[in-house]
């Protein structure tokens, strides 16, 4: 069990569907992040929202669209989405930001992913 | 930019210790290192983080030298159940904000 969860835990949908997953902490975190997961491969960031704001943009396509309704819900609607869109999508949460000075240790806490399959 | 260079792959025995190193030399000032496990279809598990010398926690040590370059995960007595893949993370500076980027993972086999 984690202390981030993510929803669902498995996902199948067509190239012309809308989906969205969704990702929730109690732990009073006030940055959340979606990391993009494909097969043998490191996660690589998409998002980060820092108390309730976009802070970070990796330069994700359109189709990929965060949310952030509060401090303790992060979504990511989906639309449009490409075959190669199929990977582990996870959700993670830390005290506060990465910033430049900011020493607060940087544990980051992740859930276990929604599993995409695009079809 | 920090980025971070581990082995691919390591191979061990139950009962051993497991050293990985990760090497970081443009780590900035003021950033920790810190460590994950992930197993298959999970997400990545905090291990250990420090800033330098040596920490230790239940599970693993964590060496960093002086430059903190790099720093060595010490994993002693192994088990089956360690088998997963091992990261480290520095954070990465972008635009006033460090960016918390994952290296390519050492994934640890450990045998019978």
């Known amino acids: 069990d984690t202390e981030v969860t993510q929803t669902p835990k498995h996902l199948v949908m067509g190239m012309t569907n809308k989906k969205s997953l969704k990702c929730e902490q109690h732990?009073?975190?006030?940055?959340m992040y979606w990391y993009k997961q494909k097969a043998k491969k490191p996660p690589e960031l998409m998002f980060v929202y820092s108390y309730e704001k976009l802070s970070i943009n990796e330069s994700v396509p359109s189709r990929f669209s965060p949310e952030c309704p509060n401090s303790s819900l992060l979504n990511l609607h989906l639309h449009a989405l490409q075959p190669e869109d199929s990977a582990l999508y996870l959700c993670?949460?830390?005290?506060?930001?990465?910033?430049?000075?900011?020493?607060?240790?940087?544990?980051?806490?992740f859930g276990n992913g929604t599993r995409l399959t695009v079809t | 930019l920090a980025k971070t260079t581990q082995p691919i792959s390591m191979d061990s025995y139950e009962g051993q210790e497991v050293n990985i190193t990760c090497s970081h030399n443009n780590i900035a000032t003021n950033d920790y290192i810190t460590w994950y496990q992930q197993f298959p279809s999970q997400g990545p598990r905090f291990i250990i983080q420090?800033?330098?010398t040596k920490v230790t926690n239940e599970v693993a040590s964590l060496f960093i030298p002086a430059d903190r370059k790099s720093s060595t995960l010490s994993l002693p007595r192994v088990s089956l159940s360690d088998t997963a893949v091992y990261y480290c993370?520095?954070?990465?500076?972008?635009?006033?904000?460090?960016?918390?980027?994952f290296g390519r993972g050492t994934s640890l086999i450990v045998h019978p």
């Open positions: 732990m009073g975190h006030r940055a």
């Open positions: 420090g800033y330098k």
């Open positions: 993370l520095v954070g990465v500076a972008s635009g006033g904000s460090y960016i918390p980027t």
């Open positions: 993670a949460s830390s005290q506060d930001q990465f910033r430049s000075g900011n020493t607060l240790t940087r544990t980051l806490h």
